[in-house]
T-cell receptor, first 115, second 115 residues
Framework: AQSVTQLGSHVSVSEGALVLLRCNYS??????LFWYVQYPNQGLQLLLK??????LVKGINGFEAEFKKSETSFHLTKPSAHMSDAAEYFC?????????????FGPGTSLSVIP | EAGVVQSPRYKIIEKKQPVAFWCNPI?????LYWYRQNLGQGPELLIR????????DSQLPKDRFSAERLKGVDSTLKIQPAELGDSAVYLC?????????????FGPGTRLTVT
């Protein structure tokens, strides 16, 4: 079965500093991978997705992620953190290649941005 | 375009009482999902519909949970009777498979507290 791990349930960065949120997945076949963001009292919103095209994926709000098959990783980065980036971030993997719309979510990483 | 609508936003009930949640997906989206999100965790799929057919309900506790999606549009999730452990945020999402999009659009959720 597919699974997702996110190292660090809570990450704090200073405003303007690099944001790095880690995600590793287990999969026997190349998966589809997603990053979602959840602001307080709101639903999840898609940041970006990897669907077997370019390994470096650019998303909204200046975020990007790189698919590394050899490391089974899909880490999320942003060069310069903004106060508005404070939120919960979820990495997700498609359950299998025949059911791309069934995704397994990781436990999430809470990002705090310090002024 | 209106987003996914859920009601109510908050619900407090005593254990053993019934409760129902309603979801109206984005117009035209044929796939609808119900997720449960426990505090500090990622969403976990309860049931997935394609049009009016439940194609994946393997994680739905069928002894107390039920769902329906009449006419393939809006959907209702019911719990009867509720238990203390059912306290969580219940998220509804919808999607339209369009040229490999696979993006799920989430509603704001219903926060259920069982006392």
């Amino acid at each position: 079965a597919q699974s997702v791990t996110q190292l660090g349930s809570h990450v704090s960065v200073s405003e303007g500093a690099l944001v790095l949120l880690r995600c590793n997945y287990s999969s026997s076949v190349p998966p589809y991978l997603f990053w979602y963001v959840q602001y307080p009292n709101q639903g999840l919103q898609l940041l970006l997705k990897y669907t077997s095209a370019a390994t470096l994926v650019k998303g909204i709000n200046g975020f990007e992620a790189e698919f590394k098959k050899s490391e089974t990783s899909f880490h999320l980065t942003k060069p310069s953190a903004h106060m508005s980036d404070a939120a919960e971030y979820f990495c997700a993997v498609s359950a299998d290649r025949t059911s791309y719309d069934k995704v397994i979510f990781g436990p999430g990483t809470s990002l705090s941005v310090i002024p | 375009e209106a987003g996914v609508v859920q009601s109510p936003r908050y619900k407090i009930i005593e254990k053993k009482q019934p409760v129902a949640f309603w979801c109206n997906p984005i117009s035209g989206h044929n796939t609808l999902y119900w997720y449960r999100q426990n505090l500090g965790q990622g969403p976990e799929l309860l049931i997935r519909y394609e049009n009016e057919e439940a194609v994946d309900d393997s994680q739905l506790p069928k002894d107390r949970f039920s769902a329906e999606r009449l006419k393939g549009v809006d959907s209702t999730l019911k719990i009867q009777p509720a238990e203390l452990g059912d306290s969580a945020v219940y998220l509804c999402a919808s999607s339209l498979e369009d040229r490999g999009s696979y993006e799920q659009y989430f509603g704001p959720g219903t926060r259920l507290t069982v006392t």
